[in-house]
C-alpha cells in the first residue's frame, strides 16, 4: 500500500489496515421467552439500505436458536431459552464505548472511517465446518438430531454467526426441519441440531438431494467481541 496503516502481531498476522473496514456492532440485545408456538421470534432494526446486518448470538447453556429468516428491518428466529445478541454491519450508527480521548482511528484514502477502538466489532477466532452427517432419518415429526462441535477457543464463551442457521427442506413439500445452534456452559462445544417441524409428517432425510450443508458445510464463524 502507498498510503495507509497496517499492523501485525508477533506471528505474522494481520490485525490492522485502514483500506479494511472493521464491522461495527450497531445493536445489541437479549431475548428472554421462548418463541411461541406457530410464531417466530422477531428482532427489529433500523433499515440499512442494501446491506442486511450480520447476527451473532451468545446462547445460555441449554439454549438453542435456530431458523434464521432475514428481511430488510427484521430477523426471525426461532429460540428456546434465552440468548444475547449483536448486529453488525457496515451501514448504520456504530456503538461507541468510551469519550474517544484515547484511542486509535484510521481513515482509508477517501477519508472514510474504518477503524475506531471506540467501536465493539467481532474479532473472529475460528470458522466451525460443521459437516451434516448422511443418512439421518426418521418417518416421524417432532424428532431432534444433535452433533457437538469444538468451537476451538478455551477461557470465554464466544459469540456465533447465525447466517447458515436456517430452515431447510429434506423432502417433501415444506420445509421440514430448522437447523439450530447452542453452546455449552465453557463455550469450547458448539451443537448443531436439525429438529423435524412438529407439524409436518415428512421427518427429514440428510442426503445429497436435500441438504445444502452435505453439498459444502454449515460454516458457523467463533468470535469474540470486546466490551461483552
Known sequence: MSIGFQSWNENGVLQLDSTLV????????????????????????????????????RPDPGTFVG????????????????FDYMLLSLQGTPQLFGDGNVGLRLWDANGVMTYSSQW??????NIVPAFIPGGWYTPQPGITRQISLGTGVSGYRPWLGMQDVSYASFGGQYPSAMWAIGLSADGTQMHVQARSADTFDTGFVFDSQGSQFLARPMLVPVAA???T
Open 120 to 125: 465493539r466489532h467481532a474479532r473472529i477466532a
Open 225 to 227: 467481541i470486546p466490551y
Open 22 to 57: 472493521a464491522t461495527p456492532v450497531i445493536q445489541s440485545g437479549r431475548v428472554t421467552s421462548d418463541t411461541p408456538v406457530g410464531a417466530e421470534t422477531v428482532i427489529y432494526h433500523e433499515p440499512h439500505g442494501s446491506a442486511l446486518p450480520l447476527l451473532f448470538i
Open 67 to 82: 431458523g434464521l429468516i432475514q428481511f430488510h428491518d427484521q430477523l426471525w428466529v426461532t429460540n428456546r431459552g434465552g
